[in-house]
């Protein structure tokens, strides 16, 4: 069963920080590039970050570069998203995928920067 998991969010105050986590199941996730994204109520779904398969990090966001960092660790066969200074409009969903030739999407989870 090809599954993939995020965890890790939560309420945050602003100037926070988070660690997302997205595990992988039912197949070789380190073979796949990797990307997340998110998605708030009302506005359109966006590419948060991109770390492929070689581990070469790619498109992040220009409103969280500098901030945010997508890696992956091949054992754990896991990739995370660290999210440091966090502000309000990071607010979201935040979604992990999978892509090889198939793409394979995780159910989201939530978070929430508010004072």
């Known amino acids: 069963q090809v599954q993939l998991v995020e965890s890790g969010g939560g309420l945050v105050q602003p100037g926070g920080s988070l660690r997302l986590s997205c595990a992988a199941s039912g197949f070789i996730f380190s073979i796949y590039d990797g990307s997340w994204y998110r998605q708030a109520p009302g506005k359109e779904r966006e590419l948060v970050a991109t770390i492929t398969r070689a581990g070469v990090t790619t498109n992040y966001l220009d409103s969280v570069r500098g901030r945010f960092a997508i890696s992956r660790d091949h054992a754990k066969n896991t990739m995370y998203l660290q999210m440091n200074s966090l502000k309000p409009e990071d607010t979201a969903t935040y979604y992990c995928?999978?892509?090889?030739?198939?793409?394979?999407w995780g159910k989201g989870t939530l978070v929430t920067v508010t004072s």
């Open positions: 995928k999978a892509r090889l030739v198939r793409e394979y």
